[in-house]
């Protein structure tokens, strides 16, 4: 069956919260040797570029690095983006405050000239790298980072971002190159925040002269490269900046094209028309025999499953979605959706955050995880009231992996007498879905980082307990499955809300593992989601490339504090 479908990278909606999340994504700048490609060619420079300059490789510096993405993006104002390639990509045209290092071993300076110095536990200040310059020549000032902040925060600006720096009480201007940061609260995630696009820094002239819709399409920022053309459905082409405050990247341009098959971004990168493609499980072997290219597999901190909601019946019933447990083999389901690329999920964060933090995950697989049985399903459908069965509608994108994952749920609803018809959508359909709470079951993808408080927070708090007032036109938590606006008056779901905002406030690990341990529990015997899988992404690219070292942590593998990859003739 699983044959006949595609598997292409993955779509999630993406509020990560921390650089440690999310997708892989490549681009180029930092400080080492120097080369270009052949005219004609896959990166090749076709513009005329006579930028030279030789660096012992037989190459001149320039050349344009060919990458590919999924989709197209949908906007490219980092305070308003919801796609994880995107993400990636708007790591070369903006800058955060902070930075990863490539092994993920400690947060660091980037824009910032040091780390946040601690005035009391929710005060920090932190002094701004003079002489950075952005795409339109204007410098980079303390009142840019007031503004982008305070911008996100604003929540008659809709930003996206908003609740992933809902912490923040405000960040105001302490002087020309330093801002105070006030909190709400103690933080423990507040350094890798401040380390991903959640908090871009953006010019303020540039962003208020030409208004968030207009700016969405002309991006002006500090990155090592700047927007130079954008096809939408086709390609979008980044330009190197020159006057990046590192160093200006080796290659003249990077080039994104819009390949949703991943079969046909591999195919593309062993013929040499691209530079880097993600390699689907299907073409693993072959990526692995393929002289011209290298392949390497990297984690990537995300939980991807289905999703029922609790507010369209049956759903709402907690026997009908603990029967859905009993419908589908976990590990089949893993193996038609990602195989070799995917591990096993427990409490809905990945495996490596469950051992990182010593979390029962073992016992929660017992407990929660049931083999398949379909005369346990019917047997709870029947207690619920619905033993003769219930229409429903599924909602999937195209992509390969959820399409198995919807089809495969489907056959096993078919034989406890549940009729279920799965729709395809694209993705400004699925986020529409999420945001008007209009789906029976859907998948869902999240990249959360490496810390429990980025899928806990994320995923299963209840927004209508936030400082700042929800919107007008808000429905509900569809991550969630809308089990808080279900059933509003559960006190389990109340203290449960009450613990992931209380572990995110504490210093103490154990005391912040424990409550963690506590809310997983609480929403596993919910049932909201048939948990699936995280992903490894193999990621491939040309030996043309060098001083290339693609990990799951820094942002700018291309192009960063620690190497400037370049093109060989």
Not at 374 to 395: I, P, R, T, W
């Amino acid at each position: 069956m699983t044959d006949k479908y595609e598997y292409s990278l993955n779509r999630r909606r993406f509020l990560t919260v921390s650089a440690l999340g999310g997708a892989t994504a490549l681009a180029g700048c930092g400080g080492k040797s120097t080369t270009g490609d052949n005219p004609g060619g896959a990166g090749t420079d076709n513009s005329g570029n006579t930028d030279t300059g030789g660096n012992g490789n037989g190459g001149a510096k320039g050349g344009t690095f060919v990458n590919t993405a999924p989709e197209d993006a949908t906007t490219l104002d980092p305070r308003m983006n919801e796609l994880a390639w995107a993400n990636g990509m708007l790591n070369y045209i903006f800058d955060p405050l902070l930075a990863v290092k490539p092994d993920g071993s400690e947060v660091v300076p980037h824009l910032a000239k040091e780390k946040p110095k601690k005035q009391d536990e929710t005060t920090y200040t932190v002094p701004i790298r003079q002489g950075v310059t952005f795409h339109d020549g204007s410098k980079l000032t303390a009142d840019d980072v007031e503004y982008s902040f305070s911008w996100v925060l604003n929540p008659d600006n809709k930003s996206t971002n908003q609740e992933n720096l809902a912490f923040i009480d405000n960040v105001e201007k302490s002087g020309d190159y330093e801002v105070t940061f006030n909190l709400k609260h103690p933080y423990a995630l507040f350094e890798l925040t401040l380390a991903g696009m959640n908090a871009a820094i953006i010019p303020k002239k540039a962003a208020e002269s030409k208004g968030q819709k207009k700016f969405a399409q002309e991006p002006v920022g500090s990155g090592p490269f700047k927007l130079k053309d954008w096809q939408s459905g086709s390609d979008l082409t980044l330009e190197r900046f020159d006057d990046y405050f590192l160093e200006a990247p080796n290659l003249k341009q990077l080039k994104y094209r819009i390949i949703p098959k991943a079969s046909v971004q591999f195919v593309e990168l062993a013929t040499g028309n691209v530079h880097q493609a993600g390699v689907p499980k299907d073409l693993l072997k072959k990526a692995q025999g393929q002289s011209n290219i290298q392949m390497k597999r990297i984690s990537q901190f995300d939980y991807n499953g289905l999703i029922f909601n609790a507010k369209h019946e049956p759903f709402g019933n907690r026997k009908v979605r603990k029967a859905m447990q009993y419908l589908v083999d976990y590990d089949e389901m893993l193996k038609v959706t990602k195989g070799e690329l995917g591990k096993r999920v427990y409490g809905f964060m990945p495996k490596e955050v469950n051992e990182a933090w010593d979390f029962p995950w073992k016992e929660w697989k017992e407990k929660y995880y049931p083999a398949k049985d379909h005369d346990k399903a019917k047997q709870l459908l029947k207690e619920a009231g619905y033993g003769d069965g219930f229409n429903v509608n599924m909602s999937t994108h195209s992509s390969g992996k959820f399409k198995n994952m919807a089809i495969m749920l489907q056959n096993e609803m078919d034989k406890v007498g549940i009729n279920a018809e799965v729709q395809e959508v694209s993705i400004g359909e699925w986020l529409d879905q999420l945001d008007t709470g209009e789906y029976d079951v859907t998948f869902y993808g999240w990249s959360g980082g490496q810390d429990p408080d980025g899928f806990y927070y994320y995923l299963f708090r209840d927004p209508r307990n936030d400082d700042s007032p929800v919107p007008d036109d808000y429905v509900g938590n569809a991550s969630a499955g809308m089990l808080y606006e279900a059933h509003p008056d559960s006190k389990k779901l109340q203290k449960a809300d009450e613990k992931i905002r209380k572990a995110r406030e504490l210093q103490s690990r154990d005391e912040r593992r424990q409550l963690y341990i506590d809310a997983a529990e609480t929403f596993m015997s919910e049932y909201p989601h048939i948990p699936v899988y995280s992903e490894q992404s193999a990621t491939a690219w040309s030996k043309k490339v060098n001083d290339y070292e693609p990990t799951a942590f820094v942002s700018q593998p291309l192009c960063n504090e620690w190497s400037n990859s370049s093109l060989s003739n």
